[in-house]
């Protein structure tokens, strides 16, 4: 139970009573630029009649591209959908009382079949193996702190999603040791890479217990290859160690063929040893753009982790109200299979916006297929390569552009000047009009240079 | 090894062998080596090569095991709410070293020679949850589930009398048009909204725990902090008060939760303070303050006491003197106090007062309240379990703003948080809803007593929450927690009600038992009294134990 400890002499009266090392920690990473941001939006944010010149907020990577048609599904089409109207009050109170950590059998198997229908059914998911969470943030959480002891490690590729800082390792005392990945072959994990990072943390006398990576990628909006994918598992294997697989923004790849999820890699696999090491996070945060829902999920292939993720998701469990709302909204085949395909639609016509008016201004992002973001390269604009550089040009993006973007040393980027930008959180009027901000700028950038 | 004689002569003669004072067990091992290698530096080589061999034998054991999941942190308490006999706990480590035996394959896959174990393993904290699962709280539970009571389908089925729902208010009919808006408009509630909690819900909320003392307290939503339920504040809560390793004195017979809450993945230990029934269960400050000092001798850094109010299992509700004297202990202590308030708009004793901690801070000194930490819970009082709604209120900003930072980790979703603010912004329907409760609660209460009393069967007075804290002594085959789990196991069985036993509470006197009465209805009592009445019947004609 720990070492014994030096009693302070804090007996006495009139003393501030302490706070413990999470709480006064900064682990939630709240005060770096990924955050800081988001306040500045937060005082002036734009709006398109009422303040034109606010901020832009593209460091949000929420999906409202497709809203409208869920709009129209739960407050139009089906009672049954509506939040209890269905059985009148009776209905309500079964919703009300229902309080089981296993979670509605109807609203897992909806889960399930969405999971599927997402890999375009080269994947099965089986309802008894979905663990309910409040979102994503703390499905990762969870498994965290299941998967590793304090002072573990998980591999995570980099660069990853700023949040990860948080959800891995502010309680659970866990550390992220970064499998770093640079543009030269299109931030794709390498064996190489995976071998490093690994003797990284062996040196160090850290223990691995897990790879955790998110396909499609948040910052990269790319998706996984398959064979990497495959590699992946072998060197998990090989090591003895976990894979996660943060499939968050799986309903988002533009075109559904470039996605490969790790369950399909598991799908042809028989061997349990090999298996009982994969789980997946899954949420409807950003496929279907209900963040507020907080609806998340872990999947594993593991029967002591479901088990034990089951009983630790007492802490954070969804309300019976909202499972059982979404519940026939996800089994509804007609709807999820025109929302899906729709959806990815919209999105892929988003990308090709905002990268070829990029392009036009000169600027590059790298080669996408999904989510709802692009990595998009400034580096030829720092004034030194350096994350100084990259900061003092977030921040003229910020109080020039009123863009608030996120600069990829958030990410833990290896290379300065990436930034990641939201497209899917506004209204295609309103990126036109980033767009032209930036357009703006860099037409002064040029006349300046041209002087 | 060979002894020569010598050394086995007398004791004196060992000691003179100059094994360095050590015990006479490692007196065994060292003198007859120092036998092997007498004259030559005899000490050393006798104390090293019985080292060599034990780390040798480590190192060889250590390659050639099996993978097994690791045990991280082996606490004494890591079956904290078991008190199940023991064939149980051994099917559950059972499962996990059956797992740990799987064939290991090599399929097209190079193993490195590190390799020693087949599969995967998952954290000491992990263990610790899979092995808990066989206490009785559990598996009563899924007895309930597995054939739960109904008056007309299933009349012989269990009767959850274990957990605190209250099923019983259905106040959707009290009057629906007005406690809740129609239709709410999704593109208000499907996007991020603070994971703490919106400020129409939190001013609600603090409204609903105002009412529960009367309105002698005005709560301030700004410092309250919503979450997806009590368990994850009472977590969050042991998160930003106290550091792995330290502890939390709490006094018993408590919560069954708490050792899930406090301890699974904090790594914060929980000190019980028992309370005797002769006392009548009431706490003690002079045990709480031995506690504490044996806790700090043994180097064990004491963070805060957590209390519940109105008591979860007896149903007491705590006086002003106890809160004081409470609150005097902490300040002199420098320590913290969660107040667990779930149930302050549960109390159904017309002729009890409860008095939330933040009553008694409200005139203190700041460097004073700031140690007091109040937990309530919408789901208790307002019949709502499944919205899973709770709130830490707190005059700490460092802890306000680490748990606002936390409930991104359990988050109240937007719907259910839109749905709870027209419910009860609606004052009037609040205070009709405390009211009917109470007086619903007080009748099934009123009821279950004279039930028991007719049985021979004593129970604390509850003035509050859910619970009757239930003396089934006299009933038990013999005075011990194996007697208090038989006696459990026939409740269960037999009886067919599904009950607490109070080792799951941490009662220190077995015997006791929680029942749960937030489910029934008046007519419902008479059916519970007969299941008990029969298994009183078997106990007594088994001749079991009579009187203390």
């Given at each position: 139970m720990g070492l014994?400890?030096?009693?302070?002499?804090d007996?006495?009266?009139n003393?501030?009573?302490?706070l413990?090392?999470?709480?006064?920690?900064?682990?939630?990473?709240e005060d770096?630029?990924y955050?800081a941001?988001?306040?500045a939006?937060?005082?002036n944010?734009y709006?398109e009649s009422h303040?034109?010149?606010?901020?832009?907020?593209?460091?949000?990577?929420?999906n409202?591209?497709?809203?409208?048609?869920l709009?129209?599904?739960?407050e139009?089409?089906?009672?049954?959908?509506?939040?209890?109207?269905?059985k009148?009050s009776r209905?309500?109170?079964?919703?009300?009382?229902?309080?089981d950590?296993?979670?509605?059998?109807?609203?897992?198997q909806?889960?399930?079949s969405?999971?599927?229908?997402i890999?375009?059914?080269?994947?099965r998911?089986?309802p008894?193996r979905?663990v309910l969470t409040?979102?994503?943030?703390?499905?990762n959480?969870l498994l965290t702190?299941?998967?590793a002891?304090p002072?573990?490690a998980?591999l995570?590729?980099t660069p990853?999603?700023p949040g990860?800082d948080?959800?891995?390792?502010?309680?659970?005392?866990?550390?992220i040791?970064?499998i770093?990945?640079?543009?030269?072959n299109?931030f794709q994990i390498?064996p190489?890479a995976l071998?490093?990072?690994y003797e990284?943390?062996?040196d160090?006398?850290?223990r691995?217990?897990?790879v955790?990576?998110?396909?499609?990628?948040?910052?990269?909006?790319?998706?996984v290859q398959?064979k990497?994918l495959?590699?992946?598992?072998?060197?998990?294997?090989r090591?003895?160690?976990?894979?996660v697989?943060?499939?968050i923004?799986?309903g988002s790849?533009?075109?559904?063929?470039e996605f490969?999820?790790?369950?399909?890699?598991?799908?042809?696999?028989?061997?349990v040893?090999?298996?009982?090491?994969?789980h997946i996070?899954?949420?409807?945060s950003?496929?279907?753009?209900?963040?507020?829902f907080?609806?998340?999920t872990i999947?594993?292939?593991n029967?002591n982790v479901?088990?034990t993720a089951?009983?630790?998701?007492s802490?954070?469990?969804?309300?019976s109200q909202?499972q059982?709302m979404?519940?026939?909204?996800?089994?509804?085949?007609?709807?999820t299979e025109?929302?899906i395909?729709?959806n990815?639609?919209?999105?892929?016509?988003?990308?090709?916006?905002i990268?070829?008016g990029?392009?036009?201004?000169g600027?590059e992002?790298?080669k996408?297929n999904?989510?709802?973001?692009c990595?998009?390269?400034l580096g030829f604009?720092?004034n030194t390569?350096t994350k100084e550089?990259e900061?003092?040009l977030?921040?003229?993006i910020?109080?020039?552009?009123?863009l608030n973007?996120s600069?990829?040393?958030s990410?833990?980027?290896?290379?300065?000047?990436?930034?990641?930008?939201c497209?899917?959180?506004?209204s295609e009027?309103t990126l036109?009009i980033?767009?032209?901000?930036i357009h703006?700028?860099?037409d002064?950038?040029?006349?300046?240079?041209?002087? | 090894m060979?002894?020569?004689?010598p050394n086995?002569s007398?004791?004196?003669?060992?000691e003179?062998?100059?094994g360095g004072?050590?015990g006479t067990?490692?007196?065994?091992?060292?003198v007859?080596l120092?036998?092997?290698?007498q004259?030559?530096?005899?000490?050393?080589?006798g104390s090293?090569?019985?080292?060599a061999?034990?780390?040798?034998?480590?190192f060889?054991?250590k390659?050639n095991?099996?993978?097994?999941p690791?045990?991280?942190?082996?606490?004494?308490?890591?079956d904290?709410?078991?008190?199940?006999?023991?064939?149980?706990?051994?099917?559950?480590?059972?499962?996990?070293t059956?797992?740990?035996?799987?064939p290991?394959?090599l399929?097209?896959?190079?193993l490195?020679?590190?390799?020693?174990g087949?599969?995967?393993?998952?954290?000491g904290?992990a263990?610790?949850v899979?092995?808990?699962g066989d206490?009785?709280y559990?598996v009563?539970?899924?007895r309930?589930?597995?054939?739960?009571?109904?008056?007309s389908?299933?009349?012989d089925?269990?009767?959850?009398?274990?957990?605190?729902h209250n099923?019983?208010?259905?106040?959707?009919s009290?009057?629906?048009?007005?406690?809740?808006s129609?239709?709410?408009?999704?593109?208000?509630?499907?996007?991020?909204e603070?994971?703490?909690?919106?400020?129409?819900?939190?001013?609600a909320v603090?409204?609903f725990m105002s009412?529960?003392?009367?309105?002698?307290v005005?709560?301030?939503p700004t410092?309250?902090v919503?979450?997806?339920?009590?368990a994850?504040?009472?977590e969050?809560?042991?998160?930003?008060?106290?550091?792995s390793?330290?502890?939390?004195?709490v006094?018993t017979?408590?919560?069954?939760?708490?050792?899930?809450?406090?301890k699974w993945?904090?790594?914060?230990d929980?000190?019980?303070v028992?309370?005797?029934?002769?006392d009548?269960?009431?706490?003690?400050?002079l045990v709480?303050d031995?506690?504490?000092?044996?806790?700090?001798k043994?180097g064990v850094?004491i963070?805060?006491?957590?209390?519940?109010?109105?008591?979860?299992?007896t149903g007491?509700?705590?006086?002003?003197?106890n809160l004081y004297a409470?609150?005097?202990?902490?300040?002199e202590?420098?320590?913290?106090?969660?107040?667990n308030?779930?149930f302050?708009?549960?109390?159904?004793d017309e002729?009890?007062e409860?008095?939330?901690?933040?009553?008694?801070?409200?005139?203190?000194e700041?460097?004073?309240?700031e140690?007091v930490?109040?937990?309530y819970d919408l789901?208790?009082?307002l019949?709502?379990?499944?919205?899973?709604t709770?709130a830490?209120?707190?005059?700490?900003?460092?802890?306000l703003?680490a748990?606002r930072?936390?409930?991104?980790?359990?988050?109240v979703?937007?719907p259910?948080?839109h749905?709870l603010?027209?419910a009860?912004?609606?004052?009037?329907?609040v205070?009709r809803?405390v009211?009917t409760?109470?007086?619903?609660?007080m009748r099934v209460?009123a009821?279950?007593v004279?039930g028991?009393?007719?049985?021979?069967?004593?129970?604390t007075r509850?003035?509050g929450?859910f619970?009757?804290?239930?003396?089934m002594?006299?009933?038990?085959?013999?005075?011990?927690?194996k007697g208090?789990?038989?006696?459990w196991n026939?409740?269960?069985n037999?009886?067919?009600?599904?009950?607490i036993p109070?080792?799951?509470?941490?009662?220190?006197?077995?015997g006791w038992?929680?029942?749960?009465f937030s489910n029934?209805?008046?007519r419902d009592?008479p059916?519970?009294?007969?299941r008990i009445?029969?298994?009183?019947?078997?106990c007594?004609s088994q001749?079991?134990f009579?009187?203390i």
């Open positions: 014994p400890l030096m009693i302070n002499n007996d006495n009266n003393n501030k009573v302490e413990s090392r999470v709480a006064v920690s900064d682990t939630h990473g770096s630029p955050f941001g988001w306040k939006y937060d005082e944010p709006d303040n034109p010149s606010g901020v832009i907020q593209m460091g949000l990577a929420e409202q591209v497709s809203f409208d048609l709009e129209s599904y739960l139009k089409k089906n009672p049954e959908g509506s939040l209890w109207e269905s009148g209905g309500f109170r079964e919703n009300a009382l229902f309080q950590y296993h979670g509605l059998k109807t609203f897992r909806a889960m399930a969405f999971m599927e229908k890999r375009g059914g080269k994947a998911f089986d008894d979905i409040a979102g994503a943030t703390a499905a959480e702190f299941i998967l002891n002072n573990d998980l995570v590729p990853y999603y990860f948080r959800d891995l390792r502010w309680r659970t005392g866990v550390r040791v970064p770093h990945c640079d543009s030269s299109h390498t190489e071998e490093t990072a990284t943390a062996r160090a006398n850290i691995v217990r897990g955790l990576i998110t396909n499609p990628s948040n910052p990269l909006g790319a998706t398959k990497a495959e590699d992946l598992l072998d060197f998990c294997v090591k003895n160690i976990h894979l697989s943060d499939e923004y799986s790849v533009f075109n559904a063929s490969t999820s790790v369950a399909e890699i598991v799908e042809n696999i028989d061997d040893s090999v298996k009982e090491r994969v996070v899954y949420s409807l950003k496929d279907l753009g209900l963040p507020g907080r609806v998340g999947y594993s292939y029967d479901v088990r089951r009983r630790m998701s802490f954070t469990l969804v309300s909202t059982h979404l519940a026939s909204m996800l089994s509804d085949e007609e709807f025109k929302y395909r729709i990815r639609e919209r999105l892929r016509r988003r990308y090709e916006t990268v070829e990029l392009k036009k201004e600027i992002c790298l996408g999904a989510g709802l973001f990595w998009m390269n604009l720092l390569n550089g900061l003092e977030w921040d003229v910020l109080k020039e552009l009123k973007i600069p990829g040393s990410c833990h980027c290896s290379e300065f000047g990436w930034f990641r930008v497209f899917a959180n506004m009027k036109e980033a767009l032209k901000r703006e700028f860099m002064r950038r040029r006349k300046v240079l041209n002087c | 060979t002894r020569t004689e086995r007398s004791k004196s003669d060992s003179n062998s100059g004072g050590g067990t490692a007196m065994r091992v060292i007859p120092q036998g092997v290698v004259g030559r530096g005899g000490l050393f080589l090293v090569i019985p080292c061999f034990f780390y040798f034998l480590q060889y054991l390659r095991r099996k993978n097994e690791d045990s991280g942190e082996p606490s004494p308490d890591s904290p709410s078991s008190g199940s006999p023991d064939p149980t706990r051994s099917q559950s480590v059972g499962n996990l059956e797992l740990a035996s799987l290991r394959s399929s097209r896959i190079l490195s020679p590190r390799l020693s087949g599969a995967v393993s998952i954290s904290r263990g610790c899979l092995k808990g206490s009785p559990h009563g539970q899924k309930v589930e597995e054939d739960p009571y109904d008056e389908g299933n009349p089925g269990v009767i959850e009398l274990g957990s605190a099923t019983k208010m259905d106040w959707v009290e009057d629906p048009g007005e406690a809740i129609d239709g709410l408009c999704m593109s208000g509630i499907a996007s991020y603070p994971s703490h909690g919106l400020i129409e819900l939190k001013t603090a409204g009412e529960a003392t009367k309105n002698s005005s709560f301030d410092q309250i919503l979450t997806s339920g009590a994850s504040a009472i969050i809560l042991s998160f930003c008060l106290a550091d390793g330290n502890a939390f004195l006094p017979p408590c919560s069954p939760g708490y050792d899930r809450d406090v993945r904090t790594g914060v929980l000190i019980h028992p309370c005797r029934s002769a009548n269960f009431n706490i003690s400050m709480l031995r506690a504490f000092y044996q806790a700090k043994r850094r963070r805060g006491v957590i209390i519940s109010n109105p008591w979860n299992p007491t509700l705590l006086s002003r003197e409470l609150l005097d202990f902490a300040r202590r420098n320590i913290h106090i969660i107040s308030e779930v302050a708009g549960s109390v159904h002729g009890g409860f008095v939330s901690m933040a009553e008694v801070v409200d005139t203190e700041n460097v004073d309240r140690r930490h109040i937990i789901s208790k009082d019949s709502f379990p499944g919205l899973r709770a830490i209120y707190s005059f700490n900003e460092s802890v703003s748990s930072k936390l409930t991104t980790l359990s988050p979703s937007s259910t948080q749905l603010i027209s009860i912004s609606s004052p009037k329907f205070q809803f009211k409760n109470r007086e619903r609660l209460y009821e279950l004279k028991l009393k007719e049985l021979g069967i004593e129970c509850s003035s929450g619970f009757c804290w239930v003396d002594r006299g009933f038990m085959s013999s005075y011990s927690e208090e789990i038989e006696l026939k409740l269960l037999i009886g067919k009600i599904n009950v109070g080792s799951c509470c941490h009662c220190i006197e077995p038992f929680r029942l749960c029934l209805s008046e009592v059916v519970v009294m007969n009445r029969k298994v009183c019947e078997t007594k001749n079991c009579f009187g």
